[in-house]
């Protein structure tokens, strides 16, 4: 327990920030939409239709109806899961080689636990670090939608987005983990695991500006929660099946690399 409390007071600023961050990305992103209405004449799917085909795909023209305020939500909700991605998989790196990367393993040594006490403390705090964060990008969420939705329904799908963001940050915190346990260097498999994320989100926009190679949004879980199919139907039920047995795989991971690998001091 003093480890877990100790985590949660170690991350405490560096949540604040990134809540931060992100009420100032939702925010942004939802006035946006609010300025397109303020202009009369204005119609923001026609807007949409002139820019190239390319960049259609990606911003769900055809698919989403830009004048709703959840469906506008939900071409912002890219940028949205790729910050929580980011903040679980760095947070997930971090949390388990902190000691190794401060030379403060010492700390871990003298005290009367096992190394899997250690990473259960560790991953129960990283994971209460995620819910907070996501309980807040929810309640953002719903008060900006709800403010500018001119009585279309939100709730539902607000609460749906929500639980893929969640879930796909989860995915990659545990991604972190494992890469922090795989490998000793902890600058190392921070970058791996970065670059990870990066390859996999990109992977994701050149589905959706394709449009033609959806089969292989099982290489890229940023496919697996994608706001389109989650509103519009059509989802596809084995992703989060996919998604919670890779999360639980890397867990596991975690906790075997972890506990036979020599710390670095």
Known sequence: MNIY???????????????ASMALLIMGGMAK??????????????LMKTMPKSLQNIFGVGVFDLSIALEYYAVLYMYIVLVAAVHGVMLGAGII????RDRTVEYLMVKPVSRQSIITSKLL?????????????????FAMIGYYSEGHPYAAGVL??????????IFFLAMGAFFAALISRSKLSSAVSTGI????FMLAVIIDISGNYDYLGYLSPFKYFDAGKILKGGYNYAYPVLAALLTVSFI???YYFYKRRDLRI
């Open 5 to 19: 409390l100790r985590e949660l007071k170690a991350h405490m600023k560096p949540l604040i920030i990134w809540t």
């Open 33 to 46: 939409y609010s300025a397109t209405l303020g202009i009369e004449g204005m119609n923001m799917n026609d």
């Open 97 to 100: 080689a902190k000691e190794e």
């Open 125 to 141: 705090a990283a994971l209460t670090n995620v819910a907070v964060f996501n309980g807040f990008i929810y309640a953002a969420s």
């Open 160 to 169: 749906k987005l929500s639980l893929g963001c969640f879930a796909l940050e």
């Open 197 to 200: 994320l990066l390859l996999t």
């Open 252 to 254: 596991s991971a975690t």
